[in-house]
């Protein structure tokens, strides 16, 4: 079946730009998770939603980030004013309810370079 | 916050030989502790996973041994095949009640050489 889906595969913003990152988890996954990857470290967790809400928003690194799943299935990270630290590979994962299991499904991530 | 020490940084091994690779950590408030495996240009995939109810754990040429008292655990890749040159993660889930949510170790770069 498929699994997680991201896009853009790459993204090259400006400086101070807005830009969007979308996700489409596996079907049926009710637990959708962003993570942030810089080079040559382990992904770090941003946000979590558990359906359409947001269960645990602590990674976020400040209020430029913004997260929504208005239906339950598609997510959308928006970042603001971007800045050249926020460049990195934005990863979103997928799970089966927390309780039912632990393994969280990976999308290949999109790439953001802020210039 | 969790702490993870995750050694070495990287690591190359000969076809054939035994790949290891360590991770410490300092609390002990989780029940599960998976190790994810990342392609270059992928996500990461998990691999296999321990509960610390449990010593060891096999699965084919991946083995998870589990040291609850030094509150490290290590993975045992044998019969290293270039195909397992990748990078790999230790990882601790914060259980249902904090969704699950992922604390991943700094990787490890693994090249496996012909």
């Known amino acids: 079946g498929a699994g997680v889906s991201q896009t853009p595969s790459n993204k090259v913003t400006e400086k101070g730009k807005y830009v969007e990152l979308r996700c489409d988890p596996i079907?049926?996954?009710?637990?959708l998770y962003w993570y942030r990857q810089s080079l040559g470290q382990g992904p770090e967790f941003l946000i979590y939603f558990q359906g359409t809400g947001a269960a645990d928003d602590s990674g976020l690194p400040n209020d430029r980030f913004f997260a929504v799943r208005p239906e339950g299935s598609v997510s959308t990270l928006k970042i603001q004013r971007t800045e050249r630290g926020d460049s990195a590979v934005y990863l979103c994962?997928?799970?089966?309810?927390?309780?039912?299991?632990?393994?969280?499904?990976f999308g290949p991530g999109t790439r953001l370079t802020v210039t | 916050q969790q702490q993870v020490k995750q050694s070495p940084q990287s690591l190359i091994v000969q076809k054939g030989g035994i790949s290891i690779i360590n991770c410490a950590y300092e609390n002990t408030a989780f029940d599960y502790f998976p190790w994810y495996q990342q392609f270059p240009g992928k996500g990461p995939a998990l691999l296999i996973a321990i509960r610390p109810d449990v010593s060891e754990k096999k699965e084919g040429r991946f083995t998870i041994s589990f040291n609850k008292s030094a509150k490290q655990f290590s993975l045992h890749i044998m019969d290293s095949q270039p195909g397992d040159s990748a990078t790999y993660f230790c990882?601790?889930?914060?259980?249902?009640?904090?969704?699950?949510?992922?604390?991943f170790g700094t990787g490890t770069q693994l090249k496996v050489e012909l």
């Open positions: 079907s049926g996954h009710t637990a």
């Open positions: 994962a997928s799970s089966v309810a927390p309780g039912q299991t632990y393994e969280q499904y």
């Open positions: 990882s601790f889930p914060k259980g249902p009640g904090g969704g699950n949510k992922l604390t």
